[in-house]
């Protein structure tokens, strides 16, 4: 696209979808039509090949792998203990701040 835009300014019009588009709105369009194909050539690979077994995903896949118990870990070892604790410093900084 940008090739045929440097070679032709007037294709700017296909490419940004209107005849009054601005070399800016060249950049976003050149970013959808990107968005588009990448989009369409995902979906095209995966209808054409053979999925993986679970059995080949386990420890790739969330829903495939076998979740470890919390049970026996110490609560400052806890992911949820620091989401809470980054959580509390977040709201008294904020607070500190205003």
Known sequence: MWLWVYM?????????L?????PMAENMYRGLWSWIICV?????VSLVTVPKSDAELVGLVYG???IPSE??????????FW???????????NLYFW
């Open 40 to 44: 369409a050539v995902t979906v095209a």
């Open 8 to 16: 032709s300014p007037g294709a700017l019009a296909y490419v940004a």
């Open 64 to 66: 495939c792998t076998p």
């Open 83 to 93: 989401a809470y604790a980054v959580a509390i410093v977040f709201v008294a900084l």
């Open 71 to 80: 049970q026996d870990v110490a609560l400052w070892r806890r992911p949820i």
């Open 18 to 22: 209107s005849p009054h588009a601005r």
